[in-house]
T-cell receptor
Framework: EDQVTQSPEALRLQEGESSSLNCSYT??????LFWYRQDPGKGPEFLFT???AGEEKEKERLKATLTKKESFLHITAPKPEDSATYLC?????????????FGTGTRLQVTL | DVKVTQSSRYLVKRTGEKVFLECVQD?????MFWYRQDPGLGLRLIYF???????EKGDIPEGYSVSREKKERFSLILESASTNQTSMYLC?????????????FGPGTRLTVL
């Protein structure tokens, strides 16, 4: 059974204080690992897809990296508007295509 | 701009009522999904569909059914709503492809069953 564990559950940063969120996974052959951002009361918003170990993707202050067992979402010099819950999900090569298994998320709060 | 819309943002129903949640996507995606999201449990897949009139059970299908009569529309049905179905319901769609198949989500429906 595919599993995704995210840590920490919650993270409070001051503006400009860089940090990383972790996503550990077990999957029967990884097709893709996805990162989403979710604001309170809204649907998740797609950020990145990573397909193979060593791959990196960046968007503004966010950079996602992937190894064979985990992914990190690095946040550089965060701003209050980066406050949200960040979700990680994996898609397996076997089984039903397109099905995602989600972690429970990291709730990030960035204060002034 | 890609868009997934859901029929209601907030819904209050009584125990035993039949409830319909509708989702429409304008991206010509083959795949559509219904999730529920609860604190501490994350997103859990209820049902999904990879083609018109096709459906497959997800991880928690009990108490739910779905309908997909048109490619752009996917409906979730609670045959007899119960209080434990109070939750945030999220619809998503994706392309049927081995890459670039990220799921795009709607804004969610917050359902309360009294």
């Amino acid at each position: 059974e595919d599993q995704v564990t995210q840590s920490p559950e919650a993270l409070r940063l001051q503006e400009g204080e860089s940090s990383s969120l972790n996503c550990s996974y077990t999957v029967s052959g990884l097709r893709g690992l996805f990162w989403y951002r979710q604001d309170p009361g809204k649907g998740p918003e797609f950020l990145f897809t990573l397909y193979s170990a060593g791959e990196e993707k960046e968007k503004e202050r966010l950079k996602a990296t992937l190894t064979k067992k985990e992914s990190f979402l690095h946040i550089t010099a965060p701003k209050p508007e980066d406050s949200a819950t960040y979700l990680c999900a994996v898609q397996a090569k076997t089984g039903t295509a397109s099905k995602l298994t989600f972690g429970t998320g990291t709730r990030l709060q960035v204060t002034l | 701009d890609v868009k997934v819309t859901q029929s209601s943002r907030y819904l209050v129903k009584r125990t035993g009522e039949k409830v319909f949640l509708e989702c429409v996507q304008d991206m010509d995606h083959e795949n559509m999904f219904w999730y529920r999201q609860d604190p501490g449990l994350g997103l859990r897949l209820i049902y999904f569909s990879y083609d018109v009139k096709m459906k497959e059970k997800g991880d928690i299908p009990e108490g739910y059914s779905v309908s997909r009569e048109k490619k752009e529309r996917f409906s979730l049905i609670l045959e007899s709503a119960s209080t434990n179905q109070t939750s945030m319901y999220l619809c998503a769609s994706s392309a049927h492809s081995s890459i670039n198949n990220e799921q795009f989500f709607g804004p969610g429906t917050r359902l309360t069953v009294l």
